[in-house]
């Protein structure tokens, strides 16, 4: 009996992570549909956004000892 309480409860944990590890098989990897130009569109969109964020940062170094000194 705990043998087969055991083997339930091991299959209770194993099996949602076969589920898991199974989602890409089924309907194929979304990213491969895209074509070599919107890649490329996308990837420079992305660049855009990180450097705008870069010069969003201040130049001066961050204090944090400011107001306690």
């Given at each position: 009996?705990?043998i087969?309480l055991?083997?339930?409860?091991?299959?209770a944990?194993?099996l949602?992570a076969?589920a898991?590890?199974?989602?890409?098989?089924?309907?194929?990897?979304?990213?491969?549909?895209q074509?070599?130009d919107?890649k490329?569109?996308?990837a420079?969109?992305?660049?855009?956004?990180?450097?705008?964020?870069?010069d969003?940062l201040?130049?001066?170094?961050?204090?944090?000892?400011r107001?306690m000194?």
């Open positions: 009996m705990r087969v055991i083997l339930l409860i091991t299959a944990f194993v949602p076969q898991q590890r199974m989602k890409g098989k089924r309907g194929g990897d979304p990213n491969q549909a074509s070599a919107a490329k569109k996308k420079g969109q992305e660049e855009k956004a990180a450097k705008s964020a870069l969003k201040p130049d001066k170094p961050f204090d944090p000892w107001t000194r």
